[in-house]
T-cell receptor, first 115, second 114 residues
């Protein structure tokens, strides 16, 4: 059974700092890995999707890497801003089709960026 | 595009009552799913659908029914609400399940069962 772990559970950093969020998964046979952002009381917003054949994806100040063999992904946030404060979730999709296409989520890292 | 919409935003039920959580998307997505989010447990898949007329169970389907009569709508029915169903429910959709499509989530429905 796939298990996804995110460490740390919570993180507080001063504005402007570069930071790394970690995600690990137990089964390396995945189709893709996605990083989501969730603001309090809101739904999830997809940030980056890395297919299993890719090593990294970039969007603005965000860079996500994927190492399937070691079962790890990192989300790098450059020059953090107070508006980045949210919970960040990673999720893996095991395969294509049916129940296998479901996302298995980690429990998230709650990030607070202070002034 | 409105994206994925969910109603109601918040609902209080008494044990044993039934209700339907509504989900709609206007992106012509084939794949739709329902998740519940509970503290410390992440999001867990309840039911999913790969197209109109096709539904199947996820990992926590007990106590819930779904139907998919149109591409746009995917309602989730609670048959007889129990306190264990107190949770935040999210509906999601994507164009397909090839592994290349982003999943889009609705804003969620907060359900409290007394």
């Amino acid at each position: 059974k796939q298990e996804v772990t995110q460490i740390p559970a919570a993180l507080s950093v001063p504005e402007g700092e570069n930071l790394v969020l970690n995600c690990s998964f137990t089964d390396s046979a995945i189709y893709n890995l996605q990083w989501f952002r969730q603001d309090p009381g809101k739904g999830l917003t997809s940030l980056l999707l890395i297919q299993s054949s890719q090593r990294e994806q970039t969007s603005g100040r965000l860079n996500a890497s994927l190492d399937k063999s070691s079962g790890r992904s990192t989300l790098y946030i450059a020059a953090s801003q107070p508006g980045d404060s949210a919970t960040y979730l990673c999720a893996v999709q095991r395969a294509w089709g049916g129940t296998a296409s479901k996302l298995t989520f980690g429990t998230g890292t709650r990030l607070q960026v202070t002034l | 595009n409105a994206g994925v919409t969910q109603t109601p935003k918040f609902q209080v039920l008494k044990t044993g009552q039934s209700m339907t959580l509504q989900c709609a998307q206007d992106m012509n997505h084939e794949y739709m799913s329902w998740y519940r989010q509970d503290p410390g447990m992440g999001l867990r898949l309840i039911h999913y659908s790969v197209g109109a007329g096709i539904t199947d169970q996820g990992e926590v389907p007990n106590g819930y029914n779904v139907s998919r009569s149109t591409t746009e709508d995917f309602p989730l029915r609670l048959l007889s609400a129990a306190p264990s169903q107190t949770s935040v429910y999210f509906c999601a959709s994507s164009r397909g399940t090839s592994g290349r499509e982003t999943q889009y989530f609705g804003p969620g429905t907060r359900l409290l069962v007394l």
